[in-house]
């Protein structure tokens, strides 16, 4: 079994920043990603950044120059640095693993809300 604990949501003002944590434990046979989505309320989940297990990483344009993901592989832990926070980024955050052989892997996702 995997899991998956998420860690660092919260309240912030608008310009402010918050770093998620994620956490991944169990039977991993093999990760080729982690990463981190979003889903705002009315809206379908959408990437947020990813890292592969070469350091290859992607953001999504809404989020590139505010955002930075890193990965302690040691730890299988991801992070996601989250700065210039803006009410747009309102959402809650969940932790993804992705396994070779399509298996993916979700947390129990964090709110993050940006508000004044």
């Known amino acids: 079994q995997v899991q998956l604990v998420e860690s660092g949501g919260g309240l912030v003002q608008p310009g402010g920043s918050l770093r998620l944590s994620c956490a991944a434990s169990?039977?991993?046979?093999?990760?080729?990603?982690m990463g981190w989505y979003r889903q705002a309320p009315g809206k379908q989940r959408e990437l947020v950044a990813t890292?592969?297990?070469?350091?290859?990483?992607n953001y999504a344009d809404s989020v590139k120059g505010r955002f930075t993901i890193s990965r302690d592989n040691a730890k299988n832990t991801v992070y996601l640095q989250m700065d210039s926070l803006k009410p747009e980024d309102t959402a809650v955050y969940y932790c993804?693993?992705?396994?070779?052989?399509?298996?993916?892997?979700w947390g129990q996702g964090t709110q993050v809300t940006v508000s004044s």
């Open positions: 993804n693993i992705y396994s070779p052989g399509s298996i993916n892997y």
């Open positions: 169990g039977s991993i046979r093999s990760i080729y990603s």
């Open positions: 890292i592969t297990i070469t350091t290859i990483i």
